[in-house]
T-cell receptor, first 114, second 115 residues
Framework: AQSVTQLGSHVSVSEGALVLLRCNYS??????LFWYVQYPNQGLQLLLK??????LVKGINGFEAEFKKSETSFHLTKPSAHMSDAAEYFC????????????FGTGTRLQVTL | DGGITQSPKYLFRKEGQNVTLSCEQN?????MYWYRQDPGQGLRLIYY???????QKGDIAEGYSVSREKKESFPLTVTSAQKNPTAFYLC??????????????FGPGTRLTVL
């Protein structure tokens, strides 16, 4: 069964610093992987997705993620944090079988300080 | 504008009452999903539907029911059998066939509080 582990439920960075949010997956088949962002009391918005076309994926708001099969990782990065990046971030993997169901990680809350 | 709407934004109910959460999409998506979100637990799948008049249980379906009479609508009923219904509920939809890598689009959510 597919699963996702997000290391660190809370991450704090200074404005302008590198953002690194970790995601490791477990999948018996080549996975499709997603990063979503959620602002307080709102729905989820897609940041980027990996669909095997390229290992380095660029998303919205300056975020990118690199798929590393040997490390079963799909970490999310942004070179310079902005106050507006403060939110909760979820990594997800598509399950095998029908319906393209997603398995989500437990989320990482990013705090950005001055 | 295309998107997913959920109503109401906040919902309060007394213990023992059934309540129905609305989800409507105008994206012409075939698949729709309901998730429950609790602090520190991520999103858990309640029910999903791939086509009209068909739906399947997700991981935590007990105490919930759904219907899919129209392509654009997928209401969720939280019944009195759900032991801990207070949570944030999210509806999502997805284009394309099952097995595709198309992303799910999410609505703004409904926060249900049982008093």
């Amino acid at each position: 069964a597919q699963s996702v582990t997000q290391l660190g439920s809370h991450v704090s960075v200074s404005e302008g610093a590198l953002v690194l949010l970790r995601c490791n997956y477990s999948s018996s088949v080549p996975p499709y992987l997603f990063w979503y962002v959620q602002y307080p009391n709102q729905g989820l918005q897609l940041l980027l997705k990996y669909t095997s076309a390229a290992t380095l994926v660029k998303g919205i708001n300056g975020f990118e993620a690199e798929f590393k099969k040997s490390e079963t990782s799909f970490h999310l990065t942004k070179p310079s944090a902005h106050m507006s990046d403060a939110a909760e971030y979820f990594c997800a993997v598509t399950r095998t079988g029908t319906a393209s169901k997603l398995t989500f990680g437990t989320g990482t809350r990013l705090q950005v300080t001055l | 504008d295309g998107g997913i709407t959920q109503s109401p934004k906040y919902l309060f109910r007394k213990e023992g009452q059934n309540v129905t959460l609305s989800c409507e999409q105008n994206l012409n998506h075939d698949a729709m999903y309901w998730y429950r979100q609790d602090p520190g637990q991520g999103l858990r799948l309640i029910y999903y539907s791939q086509i009209v008049n068909d739906f399947q249980k997700g991981d935590i379906a007990e105490g919930y029911s759904v219907s899919r009479e129209k392509k654009e609508s997928f209401p969720l009923t939280v019944t009195s059998a759900q032991k801990n219904p207070t949570a944030f509920y999210l509806c999502a939809s997805r284009a394309g066939l099952a097995g595709s890598y198309n992303e799910q689009f999410f609505g703004p959510g409904t926060r249900l509080t049982v008093l």
